[in-house]
């Protein structure tokens, strides 16, 4: 457990000014401090997921990335214009689907989506019909369009909701838990708009607790963690700090692990194989000398960290003593019962 | 500003005012609540103007009484007068809260709010485009219970002119211009109590405490207007004005109270949007 630890990790340098910026971003709510010392940043074509566990302040933090919450202290930069003040100048560009959707029951999908076109300053009048034909098509609610949105599924309303994101061309995209209540096929097609977004130039900011989303679709990510940031930067990088391992999978494991000392290589036998550390030396090397040796090799991979074991050590500090009770649990109930 | 290199630089658009408004009319009028009010409230003329007919052709040989509803009968113009100035008792300061509460209150509370404040729509044209909704649907409700009234009037009483409560005998078309003068007077009062119920509408997520509140107000406000002792109270109740509304039908018009009245719902009004503007530019969205 080295290289990346609590704190910032150094996104490379950006030769464009970033997406959406924040300072000592701090949210007081009634004495309850909901956001603290906050400094975030959105590169400009990235994909960040914001991950954190419930109540870690990543619905405030988009709030007041959008100039809907007034920050207790602290800065917000969107598309480089000052929060809350800029909203006239940077709003019209940024999209954005927070806190779920929010429809009138009594219109339907079609009705509500042009009452927020009318309000939409990029739009001509003359384009809303096709703007809202589009967005709707491009959440797959076509069919559903003309139902009063009081009849929609869950995931219908968070379809719909991404469709209001999606009414006009933007620059930048912000989804607070756009996959919430939506199917896997949903989740799929989530994750699809999300990369036709990215390859458009996009940036998208994603909240979520979901970790295999973000693992699949972003290219940065920040961790949040009772109000402040815990870490941030790419998502390759990120886990790449955690381990240099490669998992070698062979029948041979002792020749393999010998060949591999006398290249004074330090590897270690794993169950179905071995794994080698890859400090001093890079994976092809590995499997140079391995098959050299006249060792078979299976399977050569090299092993993540994954996202789970970086977001569980990041926030573990709020589950220790959930983890502690469950341990106590466990040695209260006999072996044989369990 | 700071010097950028995005790649065009930002320029601040705003949607029209006009589709704005025509969007909320819109969505105002497709509300439910919105059209049973308006229905139940043009059925309060003809209710009121068959009641009239009946019990007139009851007694029709007992002398007629004082007040305005043995005016009415045989002035068919009189019906909607009487029915405007009755409603504006309870009915439509109801109507008036009840649109107030669903434009902020009610759009927090369902989240849409915050769909137009991302869009942006500044804050300031936000109320704006409210206060147009709750107005004009306001005026359309007293526009509307005029014109059943009239009808109704015609129809069940007959209207060959309008007698005025000081006796006289006024044409047609002088009648149908009190009628209008009513619909004014009435859709002011109605302006200012939503002004005050859309400041209240401003500052919470619950609908229900905006009628709560507004309702509040009209009830308190004619409580302390008849205790004798609180009479120095009167000029600031916002209920004091909304008795003399019946002054339209005297002869000749009565321009003083009429004018009072419309100066005191003008001063509700300011105090109304100031306070709702206040609340709604800095409020978390």
Redesign the interface.
Same mark, same amino acid.
């Given at each position: 457990m080295s290289g990346v630890s609590e704190g910032t990790v150094a996104a490379p340098a950006a /030769?464009? @000014?970033p997406a959406a910026r924040t300072r000592g971003l701090r949210k007081v709510y009634r004495g309850t401090v909901a956001v603290d010392s906050v400094d975030l940043e959105v590169p $400009?074509g990235a994909v960040l997921g914001m991950l954190g566990p419930n109540g870690s302040g990543k619905t405030t933090t988009i709030?007041m990335l %959008? &100039?809907?919450? $007034?920050p207790t202290a602290g800065e917000v930069e969107l598309? &480089?214009?000052k929060m809350p003040d800029g /909203? !006239?100048? !940077? %709003?019209?560009?940024?999209g !954005?689907l927070?806190? &779920?959707? &929010?429809?009138?029951?009594?219109?339907s999908g079609r009705?509500n989506l042009?009452?927020?076109a !009318? /309000?939409? @300053?990029?739009?001509a009048?003359a384009r809303i019909p096709g703007a809202v034909a589009d967005a709707l098509e491009r959440v797959g609610l076509t069919r559903a369009a003309g139902r009063r949105y009081r009849g929609y599924s869950l995931g219908m309303k968070q379809r719909l909701g991404l469709a209001?994101a999606l009414l006009v061309p933007r620059?930048f995209v912000i989804l607070d838990e756009p996959t919430n209540g939506l199917d896997p096929a949903g989740t799929r097609e989530v994750r699809a708009v999300i990369a036709d977004l990215h390859a458009a130039g996009t940036t998208v900011l994603v909240s979520s607790h979901l970790l295999a989303e973000v693992e699949a679709t972003c290219t940065h990510v920040a961790v949040l963690n009772q109000g402040t940031v815990v870490a941030q930067g790419e998502l390759a990088a990120l886990l790449e700090a955690g381990s240099a391992n490669l998992l070698v999978t062979t029948p041979e494991v002792t020749r393999a692990v010998e060949a591999l000392r006398d290249h004074r290589i330090p590897a270690r036998a794993v169950p179905d194989g071995l794994r080698v550390d890859l400090t001093a030396t890079t994976a092809p090397q590995v499997v140079e000398t391995l098959v050299h040796a006249g060792v078979p090799v299976h399977e050569v991979r090299r092993q993540r960290t994954g996202l789970e074991d970086l977001f569980a050590r990041l926030t573990e500090d709020t589950n220790v003593i959930e983890d502690a009770a469950l341990d106590d649990l466990a040695t209260l109930i006999p072996e044989d019962a369990r | 500003m700071t010097a950028m290199t995005v790649p065009a630089p930002l320029t601040a658009r705003r949607a029209p005012l006009p589709r704005l408004m025509r969007s909320e009319l819109r969505m105002m009028l497709r509300r439910p609540r919105t059209l049973i009010g308006l229905g139940l409230l043009a059925l309060v003329p003809v209710v009121a103007g068959i009641g009239i007919a009946i019990a007139t052709d009851a007694n029709s040989d007992e002398p007629m009484g004082q007040g305005l509803e043995t005016l009415v009968a045989g002035n068919g113009l009189l019906l909607p007068v009487f029915a405007l100035v009755v409603s504006l008792n309870m009915l439509l300061p109801l109507t008036g809260a009840m649109l107030a509460a669903d434009a902020l209150a009610g759009e927090t509370a369902h989240g849409t709010l915050r769909n137009l404040l991302t869009a942006p729509v500044g804050r300031a044209r936000l109320l704006a485009v409210k206060a147009f909704g709750v107005a004009t649907v306001s005026l359309l409700a007293t526009l509307l219970m005029a014109v059943t009234g009239t009808i109704a009037g015609i129809l069940l009483l007959g209207g060959e002119g309008m007698l005025t409560s000081s006796g006289t005998q006024l044409p047609f078309l002088d009648g149908v211009g009190r009628v209008l003068l009513t619909v004014v007077l009435v859709t002011v009062q109605v302006w200012a109590l939503a002004a005050v119920a859309l400041a209240v509408s401003a500052w919470t997520e619950h609908p229900l405490i905006v009628v709560v509140v507004s309702l509040g107000l009209v009830i308190v406000s004619g409580v302390l207007s008849v205790i004798p002792a609180l009479d120095w109270l009167d000029p600031v109740l916002i209920t004091t004005s909304w008795q003399s509304v019946s002054d339209v039908v005297r002869d000749p018009l009565p321009t003083g109270s009429i004018t009072e009245g419309l100066l005191r719902a003008a001063c509700y009004i300011v105090i109304g949007y100031s306070l709702a503007l206040s609340r709604i530019l800095t409020r978390d969205g």
């Open positions: /030769a464009v @000014p $400009t709030r %959008l &100039g809907l919450v $007034t598309l &480089g214009q /909203a !006239a100048l !940077a %709003l019209p560009e940024v !954005a927070v806190e &779920g959707p &929010g429809f009138h029951p009594f219109l009705e042009m009452r927020v !009318a /309000a939409e @300053p990029l739009l009048s209001s620059r | -």
